[in-house]
Nanobody
């Protein structure tokens, strides 16, 4: 059974930091591209950051230079370090595990709330 579980969300003041973690089980983690997505109220889910099986990364323009994605294949875990948080970063953050090789697979976590407010 595949499980993708996020943790680390919460309430933080503008300018503060949070680190999200996502632990995956039931998959061969190193074969999956891992991504963080977010969805704010009344908005579509958007890609925040992703890290490939080779360690390549890409970020949404809105978070570049503030957020850092990393992975630990030994722990089957991906992280999202979020610095200089802004109110517009408020959203539910979801972890995604994606395998592009056949057969393609996508697994999602249940989400963790991040609220940036004074």
């Amino acid at each position: 059974q595949v499980q993708v579980v996020e943790s680390g969300g919460g309430l933080v003041q503008p300018g503060g930091s949070l680190r999200l973690s996502c632990a995956a089980s039931g998959i061969i983690f190193r074969f999956y591209t891992m991504g963080w997505y977010r969805q704010a109220p009344e908005k579509q889910r958007e890609l925040v950051a992703a890290i490939t099986i080779g360690g390549g990364t890409n970020y949404a323009d809105s978070v570049k230079a503030r957020f850092t994605i990393s992975r630990d294949n030994a722990k089957n875990t991906v992280y999202l370090q979020m610095n200089s948080l802004k109110p517009e970063d408020t959203a539910v953050y979801y972890c995604n595990a994606h395998r592009s090789s056949f057969p393609s697979r996508d697994y999602w976590g249940q989400g963790t709330q991040v609220t940036v407010s004074s």
